[in-house]
């Protein structure tokens, strides 16, 4: 069955660096879109990033614009997401998904804070 396993999410203070992978398997990876969102509390999920299957075709949030990079590798099946800069409203759990298989990970937390 598809699985998206999130990790290398934790407590960063501002300005700081995290990189969150997202393992996949159970699918066909090298030829699927993948997402990153993330979900704040009280507030919407929202689209962070995408990259397509060849990486040929990446986009960001205005909110993380020039901060985060989007990156994926198919040998491994995972993507990753580099966040540098790290601003209190980046605080959120972030996950990984695909969307035309319209599977989700579980989410890993971030939080930015002094």
């Known amino acids: 069955q598809v699985q998206l396993v999130e990790s290398g999410g934790g407590l960063v203070q501002p300005g700081g660096s995290l990189r969150l992978s997202c393992a996949a398997s159970?699918?066909?990876?090298?030829?699927?879109?993948m997402h990153w969102y993330r979900q704040s509390p009280g507030k919407e999920r929202e689209l962070v990033a995408y990259i397509s299957p060849a990486s040929v075709n990446k986009n960001y949030a205005d909110s993380v614009k020039g901060r985060f990079t989007i990156s994926r590798d198919n040998a491994k099946n995972t993507v990753y997401l580099q966040m540098k800069n790290l601003k209190f409203d980046d605080t959120a759990v972030y996950y990984c998904?695909?969307?035309?298989?319209?599977?989700w990970g579980q989410g890993t937390p971030v939080t930015v804070s002094s």
């Open positions: 159970g699918f066909t990876f090298s030829s699927y879109t």
């Open positions: 998904y695909a969307p035309r298989l319209g599977s």
